[in-house]
């Protein structure tokens, strides 16, 4: 009931390419809904977020979709750098506009890897 | 933005000893912090959730006598790992919570021998 589910584990993506990462969840009360990029021996660091009010959000290179029927969200890197090579994680939490300050379930992670 | 800070980065000790791991925010108060654990290429899993001036809050499996938390100010917690053990061996994540967001920490490896 708690888990977040996130595909692909890993993926590989040419420099310029688009990456796409899928997440898909469970409980139905969850109401935030944020990624996070993670590089080697670091903590994560907030990327961008999504309340199930709305559809899309874009915000430079990142654009999450939210497809609250399916109960699916994803995360779109657009024009992929080398820069972006790291670990990503979706989840998700209950508090509405206080979500992101509450009790995170994490996806398991994708190591996103882009290639020159 | 909001910064949190770990201290030690790194930490390897002997089995049998106690080692302790502070998480302070940095340039905001923060009555609720998390602590999570991350195993080598695998997720975050919360471990608990400290609250200042109260008693932590555990996740189930997590054993409180095992892992002590201290939330004592608005911008420290700390998390003592008791009578520490090889399978202790992890990264150990804190998060500070602002309105609306949480801010994690850059994390501490922790190696028991």
């Known amino acids: 009931q708690q888990q977040v589910k996130q595909s692909p584990q890993s993926l590989i993506v040419q420099k310029g390419g688009i990456s796409i990462i899928n997440c898909a969840y469970e409980?139905?009360?969850?109401?935030?809904f944020p990624w996070y990029q993670q590089f080697p021996g670091k903590g994560p660091a907030l990327l961008i977020a999504?309340?199930?009010?709305?559809s899309e959000k874009k915000e430079g290179r990142f654009t999450i979709s939210f497809n609250k029927s399916a109960k699916q969200f994803s995360l779109h890197i657009m024009d992929s750098q080398p820069g972006d090579s790291a670990t990503y994680f979706c989840?998700?939490?209950?508090?509405?506009?206080?979500?992101?300050?509450?009790?995170?379930?994490f996806g398991t992670g994708t190591q996103l890897k882009v290639e020159l | 933005g909001a910064v949190v800070s770990q201290h030690p980065s790194r930490v390897i000790c002997k089995s049998g000893t106690s080692v302790k791991i502070e998480c302070r925010s940095l340039?905001?108060?923060?009555?609720?912090m998390f602590w999570y654990r991350q195993f080598p290429k695998q997720s975050l899993m919360l471990m608990a959730t400290?609250?200042?001036?109260?008693?932590?809050?555990?996740e189930q499996g997590v054993e409180k006598d095992k892992f002590l938390i201290n939330h004592a100010s608005l911008t420290l917690s700390t998390l003592t790992v008791t009578s520490a053990h090889p399978e202790d061996s992890s990264f150990y994540i804190c998060?500070?919570?602002?309105?609306?967001?949480?801010?994690f920490g850059p994390g501490t490896r922790l190696l028991v021998l």
């Open positions: 409980n139905t009360a969850f109401d935030y």
């Open positions: 998060s500070a919570r602002a309105p609306g967001a949480q801010y």
């Open positions: 989840a998700a939490s209950i508090g509405g506009l206080t979500g992101g300050g509450n009790k995170l379930t």
């Open positions: 400290s609250n200042e001036g109260s008693k932590a809050t555990y």
């Open positions: 999504i309340r199930p009010d709305v």
């Open positions: 340039d905001f108060q923060a009555t609720t």
